[in-house]
């Protein structure tokens, strides 16, 4: 389905509205998509497709997944919490997993941003160099 500019510029206001302090309030968001639905003004199924969008976005920004190959001790966990909450704001969700594919070091991965420390990696990298 293509949006028109109207349409986005509709779903982007309604997701500015629903923000409170710069974080998306959950009971905001579902008092203006019922009220959307309610009222059905032109496009609106474009302007609620563009801000689920925009919803989802705003989730993976303020997610973050620690993969690391064995179980990180409580002191280490959290100092990544700390360090990853002063990078990207206090109310960032983490979630450490075990991932024995990585063989050693950190992989984190917030939104969009992969900051990948693994020997996996590395060891890509190296075959490929050669």
């Known amino acids: ?64 997944r620690v993969e690391s190959a064995a179980t990180l001790p409580d002191e280490l966990a959290t100092s990544v919490k700390a360090e990853l909450a002063w990078r990207y704001g206090q109310n960032l969700n983490v979630s450490f997993v075990v991932n024995k594919d990585l063989i050693g070091g950190l992989r984190v991965k917030v939104g969009s941003d992969v900051y990948d420390g693994s020997i996996r990696s590395r060891l890509n990298e190296l075959a490929e160099a050669m």
């Open 1 to 64: 389905m293509k949006i028109s500019k109207q349409a986005r510029r509709d779903g982007k206001a309604l997701f500015n509205i629903c923000r409170v302090g710069g974080v998306l309030d959950e009971s905001r968001v579902r008092q203006a998509v019922s009220s959307v639905i309610t009222q059905k003004p032109r496009g609106y199924l474009a302007m609620l497709s563009h801000f689920q969008r925009l919803v989802k976005l705003d989730i993976e920004r303020r997610t973050a």
